[in-house]
């Protein structure tokens, strides 16, 4: 079993809990605190609201204490969206790429984390801190071959049209000061076309009767496939329908 959480408090780092249940755990949910338990020996979806107290008995979860669960089939495309995840991180929600700098520097790029996958022909960087003086942002090609040299002057980085990056290649960014010292290195990919339109075709709207549920599993799977952006706005919403 598989159980997705969210606190009834909003906290400041808007990811839900996700772990694992074993026989005998013991969960308590404190008011307003919603958990949904997916059980694989039936293929559903328990959905319980705090306060309520449960226990994970052999191939379910009983109640204890609390209002009844709703309970909902769970669709063979959600089931093997989990079962990817968890091949991928065994032991619950797998942290997100962190910016390259990691305060070493009195700046640092938040966008695009290390690896990220864009989904449009159009990528961005996003820049905290001081930037350095006379630096540049240079853009190399899969052969390691320059592709792009961009003054930094802004923290918002957009490129024009004569940047033209190609579906489904790999891309690698570095940061040099006037000197011509590396400061900061990193590595992005844009998607392919049919990837692009398989995520944003699978997008789940963000509205206040859409089961949260759903919102977690798109989530997981904009970040399975490295598209953190998107991946982080879907829990950052999850967190907004409270």
């Known amino acids: 079993m598989l159980k997705f959480g969210l606190p009834g408090a909003k906290k ?5 809990t996700l772990a694992t249940l074993t026989f005998g755990s013991q969960i308590s949910l404190k008011k307003g605190d919603q958990l949904s338990v997916i059980v694989f020996s039936n293929n559903t979806r328990r959905d319980y609201t705090g306060p309520a107290s449960l226990r994970v008995i052999k191939d379910t979860v009983s109640l204890r204490s609390g209002a009844e669960p709703e309970v909902f089939p769970v669709a063979p495309e959600q089931l093997k969206v989990i079962q990817q995840w968890l091949n991928l991180h065994p032991n619950g929600l797998g942290d997100m790429p962190k910016p390259p700098g990691l305060g070493k520097l009195t700046f640092d790029v938040i966008k695009p984390l290390d690896g990220a996958l864009f989904l449009s022909r159009q990528p961005e960087f996003l820049l905290t801190g001081t930037l350095p003086r006379d630096a540049k942002l240079l853009i190399y090609d899969k052969d390691n071959r320059r592709f792009w040299v961009e003054p930094l002057e802004d923290k918002h980085v ?85």
């Not at 400041?12 to 839900?16: D, I, N, T």
């Not at 398989?198 to 496939?225: C, E, F, G, H, R």
């Open 12 to 16: 400041s780092v808007p990811l839900p």
């Open 158 to 242: 957009t490129f024009p049209p004569a940047a033209e990056f190609h579906w489904g290649e790999n891309y690698s960014w570095e940061i040099r000061n006037f000197t011509g010292g590396s400061l900061l290195k990193g590595r992005f990919k844009i998607a392919t076309e049919q990837q692009a339109y398989q995520l944003y075709s699978a997008k789940v709207p963000v509205l206040p009767d859409t089961p949260k549920i759903n919102l977690v599993l798109y989530a997981l799977t904009l970040q399975m496939a490295g598209a953190y952006p998107e991946a982080q706005d879907v829990w950052a919403s999850l967190h907004k329908l409270q």
